[in-house]
């Protein structure tokens, strides 16, 4: 069975200070793993995914994560917050033996304040 | 350039009424979702197609039925609404199994069950 938890329900940062969200996940088998963003009144949005391949994981708008098997855990970061990153981040999990079967995470609000 | 298009985007129902939510898209995308978001809960998967014709039960299918004609369009249909159906729904769609590939989300319908 497949789980992902999200450390943090909200986060706020100042703009141009480092973002870290964080979280964990259980697999059962070789996870795929992935960050979403889902703007107010909008769908969610990729912003990158880890599948076997490199364990540091670059996505849009300037977004890392890194997966860590040692930790069971992707945590998302960025450098420096910009304002346009307020919004809401969810971990979502995957294993390779589950069919379409994804788990979100419930999810982090990011606050970013002037 | 519209990618996966939900209507509507707002509907208040009374206990009992039925609706139908549509899900156009126009990527030729062969597997398309319907999930629920709840507050606090992520999303939770309530019903899938891998092509057209198929329909699959997801993680809470039940007071759902979907339907799937034609390749680009995907519904969702409550035959007796009930207050506990009061959630965000969203389509999403993609070209391959979910596990390992990006999901394209259209951008919401707000349902209220009173």
């Known amino acids: 069975a497949q789980s992902v938890t999200q450390l943090d329900s909200h986060v706020s940062v100042s703009e141009g200070t480092p973002v870290l969200l964080r979280c964990n996940y259980s697999?059962?088998?070789?996870?795929?793993l992935f960050w979403y963003v889902q703007h107010p009144n909008k769908g969610l949005q990729l912003l990158l995914k880890?599948?076997?391949?490199?364990?540091l994981v670059k996505g849009i708008n300037g977004f890392e994560a890194e997966f860590k098997k040692s930790e069971t855990s992707f945590h998302l970061t960025k450098p420096s917050a910009h304002m346009s990153d307020a919004a809401e981040y969810f971990c979502?999990?995957?294993?390779?033996?589950?069919?379409?079967?994804?788990?979100f995470g419930t999810g982090t609000q990011l606050k970013v304040e002037l | 350039n519209a990618g996966v298009t939900q209507t509507p985007k707002f509907r208040v129902l009374k206990t009992g009424q039925s609706m139908t939510l549509l899900c156009a898209q126009d990527m030729n995308h062969e597997y398309m979702y319907w999930y629920r978001q709840d507050p606090g809960m992520g999303l939770r998967l309530i019903h899938y197609?891998?092509?057209?014709?198929?329909?699959a039960k997801g993680e809470v299918p039940d007071g759902y039925n979907v339907s799937r004609l034609k390749k680009q369009n995907f519904l969702l249909g409550l035959e007796s609404a009930a207050p506990s159906q009061t959630s965000v729904y969203f389509c999403?769609?993609?070209?391959?199994?979910?596990?390992?590939?990006?999901?394209?989300f259209g951008s919401g319908t707000q349902l209220s069950v009173l």
């Open positions: 999403a769609s993609n070209d391959s199994p979910g596990h390992r590939e990006k999901l394209f």
């Open positions: 197609s891998v092509g057209e014709g198929t329909t």
């Open positions: 979502v999990v995957s294993e390779a033996g589950g069919g379409n079967k994804l788990t």
């Open positions: 880890y599948t076997s391949a490199a364990t």
């Open positions: 697999s059962s088998y070789s996870p795929s």
